[in-house]
């Protein structure tokens, strides 16, 4: 669960070179188990330049976790082959998959902190709002949505962060299709239910229910 390894930066190498560096080992193993040292050696360079750029690991750590934001804030952007609103819900749940199989280690962390660290806390909710968001363009809402369709949607963003988790830690044991089709049925089913209250993205549900 790996994602590949980036060539090491030569010393006094920029601070986002070193950021992807740090990030390669923490999506390959848990926090405790990183030293500044093990970043420092991966890195090449003197443990006191991470210091002065991160003050030690947890900065370098939440660095780390912008860097991953922003990542998946890139996921969102569809590919040129993602015109309906099914290619692109498809797609992104397809993208989101991959990257939590690639980041395990990262993911994993941030998906688990709940409540116990503010700052990760707070990115984490940033990238549940822009999947949020994504949702509400594809159903294409320019206003304020109903309380029962907000929380719906949300709702999603909560099913893809379990459906993930557990999929994770069970070793993966189900294609990424498969869990794709899974998250997307589920999406479906979930719009159909708020459908009434917004009767506007009907036409839409009933694109996506197409082929669900």
Sequence with gaps: ????????????????????VAAELFARKPYDEIYISDIAQ???????????H???KRGLYLAVLQQVLSEIQELHKPRENENTGEERLRGLYRRQIEYR?????????????G?????VDELYERGRRAGAEFVFDVLSLRAEPPAQLRIAVRGLMGMLDEATLDWLTHDCDLEV????????????AVLRTVQPVYPSIGAIVDELDSTA
Excluded: C, W
């Excluded at 199989?101 to 902190?113: E, G, V, Y």
């Design 115 to 119: 409540g116990n660290d503010p700052d």
């Design 1 to 20: 669960m790996s994602s590949v390894k980036r060539t090491a930066p030569p010393r006094g190498q920029s601070r986002a070179a070193l950021v992807a």
């Design 177 to 188: 299709a498969e869990l794709e089709q899974l998250i997307y049925t589920a999406t479906v």
């Design 54 to 56: 991160f003050k030690g």
């Design 101 to 113: 199989r690639d980041h395990f280690h990262t993911m994993l962390a941030m998906m688990r902190a």
């Design 42 to 52: 991966e890195a090449g360079v003197a443990h006191g330049l991470l210091s002065y």
